[in-house]
């Protein structure tokens, strides 16, 4: 009997396993998911260019952005406490995330150069996200934007600033958004641009495409060190004649440092260029870091979440 027992057992066994083997090829076990990489870039921006992160659905960011003067140069030094005493540029912001891969916003800049009051509307849409497993090995998002001057037009026709039409006031730029994060320490990014300018100085160029390239290295859980470059494509003749009437048109090159304190992001920038839109530093940079004309800054990004069920709750 005990023989019998044992025998009857290992049938049993046997016919379970068997079971077990036939039960999982007919219930396929779910597939491992492609999870996106967070953290590429702590906030919507790097130094002045955008980066791949969007704001998640429903995220209210309200924005400052401040330039001040030359730190060095004839307008800097102790004279202006290094371009303290002094602004270039400011901007304030709200913009809104209409869901986690669709951000719209608006803005208000001081400017800087020909054009000044400008009002901005943006947009930007991620089309990938980089994934862990890399199976998406980048990620892409498109933004676009269009500025309007509000400020009185010039006397002087040959000027930038002398609006025969409203539409004169006008300029767009559209951009392209590559990035990828090496690891859980480096983050780089491509940036081809175009630029147009409805109304430009004569002999400058209403359209032009740049390529921007950004960096950035984690040193902590907050803090990041980041690095910014656009080179802009603008014609010879254009540039030499500039030149001749006493312009001299700089590529735009910063560097900053970001730290992330709770709901606030807080970056210290340096660059050469005096405007904050991509509208007007990646065309419009006329101050060199070589003569000292370079500027500290900052921006600071406060997140607020809307229009989730704990808002609706007394």
Same mark, same amino acid.
């Given at each position: 009997m005990t023989a019998f027992r044992l025998l009857l057992c290992c049938c049993c066994i046997s016919t379970y396993c068997q079971a077990q083997d036939d039960l999982s090829k007919v219930v396929a076990l779910p597939a491992a998911q492609h999870e996106p990489v967070t953290g590429t870039y702590k906030t919507t921006r790097i130094i002045q260019g955008h980066s791949t992160e969007l704001l998640k659905k429903h995220e209210l960011d309200f924005r400052v952005t401040h330039r001040f003067g030359d730190a060095g140069g004839e307008f800097g030094g102790s004279k202006t406490f290094f371009g303290t005493d002094n602004s270039s540029d400011i901007r304030i912001a709200f913009e809104y995330g209409i869901s986690d891969n669709?951000?719209?916003? &608006? #803005?208000? #800049?001081?400017?800087s150069g020909a054009l000044q009051q400008l009002y901005e509307g943006l947009v930007k849409y991620r089309l990938l996200h980089q994934t862990t497993d890399n199976h998406i090995p980048v990620s892409l998002a498109l933004f676009g934007n269009m500025v309007v001057s509000g400020m009185p037009s010039s006397d002087i026709e040959s000027d930038a600033s002398h609006f025969d039409s409203f539409n004169e006031r006008l300029s767009y730029v559209s951009q392209a958004i590559v990035s990828r994060k090496f690891g859980k320490l480096v983050s780089v990014t491509l940036l081809p641009t175009y630029v147009h300018r409805n109304r430009?100085? @004569?002999m400058d160029v209403n359209n032009m495409f740049a390529l921007g390239m950004a960096a950035r290295l984690k040193l902590s859980k907050r803090v990041g060190l980041l690095g910014e470059y656009f080179y802009p494509f603008r014609s010879q003749e254009s540039k030499d @004649?500039?030149?001749?009437?006493? $312009? $001299?048109? @700089?590529n735009?090159?910063? &560097?900053g440092i970001e730290i992330e304190t709770g709901g606030h992001v807080f970056q210290i920038t340096f660059t050469n260029s005096t405007a904050i839109l991509e509208n007007q530093f990646i065309p419009? $940079? $006329?101050?060199?870091?070589?003569?000292?004309? *370079?500027?500290?800054? *900052?921006? &600071? #990004?406060?997140? *607020? #979440?809307l229009f989730g069920k704990k808002d609706w709750k007394k």
């Open positions: 669709l951000m719209i916003g &608006i #803005s208000r #800049s001081k400017g430009v100085a @004569y @004649y500039l030149k001749s009437t006493g $312009t $001299t048109y @700089y735009p090159l910063g &560097i419009e $940079t $006329t101050t060199s870091w070589l003569q000292g004309q *370079f500027r500290w800054g *900052f921006n &600071i #990004s406060r997140r *607020f #979440s």
